[in-house]
């Protein structure tokens, strides 16, 4: 093994330290070192060899940091599968990526068990717990059989930072693998530790799930620095102030929905939570009034950041600033090169909105679709199809979207996906899907109907239908029906039209 190994060295230098706290469960980093090195040749043994792609459909837990430790160990690519998708949908991302090997919690050995029919090509399937269906592979008996000595030839090329693949929703109603060939480059990595100002000496808590890319990455530079992990397995707001309270938890990333429900337990029943230091908000826009909200409950502590998993963390917001500048997502980060661009391809002005575009060197690439990659890309620079302004003191401020995409609790969903569930219905004629405010998710998914003549489906009745064929965050949780959907004379939906009507008097347009 290469001797830059970054768990290897935090096991030889403090092997006692806790690493992963997990449901009372302490995994030091000596142990985590071990289990990471049983994984990584568990992984070889299969036959996957580096860069191979292996899909983890589970919630958090302290084997899922064995399992990405021993990923990165054997320089293969991690695929986080989001685990409220359904069959054909995780069938899909494993078609997609190509997996060699597929990973379910013991809560999800059955969804990855429907998919199989679907999936191309031969594929491992391993489960953890004690249920291993027929055809399946034992996650502990593996283990048990692997070494726990460091894999020939893994961490090569430096200090082995994890290879991940993000599946990101596509406007087209399919996901696409949001990756970086290369990994992420050490200095940005480092950049992010220094900006946020995170120490060995900090206590994480891991709320949000693990597939996240913004969740996985905190917890992973925690990791990196030495740092202990509390992993809550899924966000439960009283356990997330308890886990607080108990570990003495210094930092934690969060989508503001999470936010929200924290600051309600907590005022419903105080825990002493002076240990943090820093709440790391992003994933969605972070409304002004909960800002006030949480600052007075636990004090100057907020930071806010605007970016992608496909082109990192662009702009940073500091506590300071976090009510002097109300609705901004921050100022540039070092080594971002921002452009806001107008409908003529031109720099706007300080004051006028722009689609945000950004050149670094964290950009990602999709998998297997240069079409979609170079279509995102214009003279180097990368859109999400974000729209922002910049004031003179150059503060961004993220306003609108140029896409359809609704983003809900901090989820991300595309219309189109829902869109092509709806119009299987033997009743629907024509729908459109779009995001409507509500207090607690920011947005949430509303559908627009035109039954077909005759037709008497209900709104129950059609959310239903989606909730059988699609992820259950991303099915309408309202239903309208109209006479007519609005549709431009060569057929494309009229979304802004549709859309000014609920959002009129929100105060906001995202």
Same mark, same amino acid.
């Given at each position: 093994?290469?001797?830059?190994?970054?768990?290897?060295?935090?096991?030889?230098?403090?092997?006692?330290?806790?690493?992963?706290?997990?449901?009372?469960?302490? #995994?030091?980093?000596?142990?985590?070192?071990?289990?990471?090195?049983?994984?990584?040749?568990?992984?070889?043994?299969?036959?996957?060899?580096?860069?191979?792609?292996?899909?983890?459909?589970?919630?958090?837990?302290?084997?899922?940091?064995?399992?990405?430790?021993?990923?990165?160990?054997?320089?293969?690519?991690?695929?986080?599968?989001?685990?409220?998708?359904?069959?054909?949908?995780?069938?899909?991302?494993?078609?997609?990526?190509?997996?060699?090997?597929?990973?379910?919690?013991?809560?999800?050995?059955?969804?990855?068990?429907?998919?199989?029919?679907?999936?191309?090509?031969?594929?491992?399937?391993?489960?953890?717990?004690?249920?291993?269906?027929?055809?399946?592979?034992?996650?502990?008996?593996?283990?048990?059989?692997?070494?726990?000595?460091?894999?020939?030839?893994?961490?090569?090329?430096?200090?082995?930072?994890?290879?991940?693949?993000?599946?990101?929703?596509?406007?087209?109603?399919?996901?696409?693998?949001?990756?970086?060939?290369?990994?992420?480059? #050490?200095?940005?990595?480092?950049?992010?530790?220094?900006?946020?100002?995170?120490?060995?000496?900090?206590?994480?808590?891991?709320?949000?799930?693990?597939?996240?890319?913004?969740?996985?990455?905190?917890?992973?530079?925690?990791?990196?620095?030495?740092?202990?992990?509390?992993?809550?397995?899924?966000?439960?707001?009283?356990?997330?102030?308890?886990?607080?309270?108990?570990?003495?938890?210094?930092?934690?990333?969060?989508?503001?929905? #999470?936010?929200?429900?924290?600051?309600?337990?907590?005022?419903?029943?105080?825990?002493?939570?002076?240990?943090?230091?820093?709440?790391?908000?992003?994933?969605?826009?972070?409304?002004?009034?909960?800002?006030? %909200?949480?600052?007075?409950?636990?004090?100057?502590?907020?930071?806010?950041?605007?970016?992608?998993?496909?082109?990192?963390?662009?702009?940073?917001?500091?506590?300071?600033?976090?009510?002097?500048?109300?609705?901004?997502?921050?100022?540039?980060?070092?080594?971002?090169?921002?452009?806001?661009?107008?409908?003529?391809?031109?720099?706007?002005?300080?004051?006028?909105?722009?689609?945000?575009?950004?050149?670094?060197?964290?950009?990602?690439?999709?998998?297997?679709?240069?079409?979609?990659?170079?279509?995102?890309?214009?003279?180097?620079?990368?859109?999400?199809?974000?729209?922002?302004?910049?004031?003179?003191?150059?503060?961004?401020?993220?306003?609108?979207?140029?896409?359809?995409?609704?983003?809900?609790?901090?989820?991300?969903?595309?219309?189109?996906?829902?869109?092509?569930? #709806?119009?299987?219905?033997?009743?629907?004629?024509?729908?459109?899907?779009?995001?409507?405010?509500?207090?607690?998710?920011?947005?949430?998914?509303?559908?627009?109907?035109?039954?077909?003549?005759?037709?008497?489906?209900?709104?129950?009745?059609?959310?239903?239908?989606?909730?059988?064929?699609?992820?259950?965050?991303?099915?309408?949780?309202?239903?309208?029906?109209?006479?007519?959907?609005?549709?431009?004379?060569?057929?494309?939906?009229?979304?802004?039209?549709? %859309?000014?009507?609920?959002?009129?008097?929100?105060? %906001?347009?995202?």
């Amino acid at each position: 093994m290469a001797d830059t190994d970054i768990l290897a060295g935090h096991a030889a230098t403090k092997p006692a330290k806790p690493a992963v706290v997990f449901q009372g469960r302490v #995994l030091d980093f000596d142990s985590l070192n071990r289990r990471a090195n049983r994984a990584a040749n568990m992984f070889l043994s299969l036959g996957c060899e580096p860069d191979d792609r292996v899909a983890v459909m589970s919630f958090n837990s302290a084997t899922g940091f064995e399992i990405t430790n021993g990923l990165r160990k054997a320089g293969l690519v991690v695929t986080g599968i989001n685990y409220r998708l359904r069959g054909p949908e995780v069938a899909y991302v494993l078609n997609d990526s190509g997996a060699r090997v597929v990973v379910a919690g013991p809560d999800h050995v059955d969804v990855v068990e429907t998919a199989r029919s679907e999936v191309i090509g031969d594929v491992r399937y391993i489960a953890v717990g004690d249920r291993v269906p027929a055809g399946w592979l034992g996650f502990e008996e593996l283990m048990r059989a692997a070494s726990e000595e460091a894999p020939d030839g893994s961490d090569a090329d430096g200090p082995g930072l994890l290879k991940s693949m993000t599946y990101t929703s596509g406007t087209t109603g399919h996901p696409k693998g949001a990756w970086r060939p290369k990994g992420i480059n #050490l200095e940005n990595v480092l950049q992010v530790i220094m900006i946020f100002g995170l120490t060995e000496s900090d206590v994480h808590l891991m709320c949000g799930p693990g597939y996240h890319s913004a969740v996985g990455f905190f917890s992973a530079l925690h990791q990196l620095l030495g740092s202990t992990v509390v992993v809550q397995q899924k966000f439960e707001a009283d356990d997330a102030l308890d886990l607080i309270e108990r570990n003495r938890v210094t930092t934690s990333f969060m989508a503001p929905t #999470l936010l929200q429900r924290l600051l309600d337990a907590q005022e419903r029943r105080p825990r002493d939570v002076s240990s943090l230091r820093a709440l790391i908000i992003g994933a969605a826009p972070f409304p002004y009034a909960l800002k006030q %909200r949480a600052e007075s409950v636990f004090g100057q502590i907020l930071w806010e950041f605007y970016g992608a998993t496909e082109t990192g963390i662009n702009t940073v917001l500091r506590p300071e600033d976090q009510l002097r500048k109300p609705g901004s997502c921050g100022t540039a980060v070092p080594g971002q090169e921002i452009r806001l661009v107008d409908a003529e391809g031109r720099d706007a002005p300080d004051g006028t909105p722009g689609e945000f575009m950004v050149r670094n060197t964290w950009l990602a690439e999709y998998y297997k679709r240069p079409d979609a990659t170079s279509s995102s890309l214009h003279d180097g620079y990368f859109s999400v199809g974000d729209v922002a302004y910049r004031d003179d003191e150059g503060y961004y401020y993220i306003c609108d979207r140029q896409i359809d995409m609704i983003i809900s609790g901090g989820v991300n969903i595309y219309p189109a996906e829902v869109e092509a569930v #709806l119009h299987a219905h033997p009743a629907v004629a024509d729908a459109a899907v779009i995001g409507v405010p509500d207090d607690q998710w920011g947005e949430s998914v509303k559908a627009i109907v035109q039954r077909r003549p005759g037709a008497s489906a209900t709104a129950e009745e059609l959310i239903a239908f989606c909730d059988a064929r699609i992820a259950g965050y991303k099915k309408p949780r309202s239903v309208d029906f109209v006479d007519e959907i609005p549709r431009e004379p060569a057929g494309k939906l009229l979304k802004r039209k549709l %859309r000014e009507r609920y959002w009129a008097g929100a105060g %906001r347009t995202i």
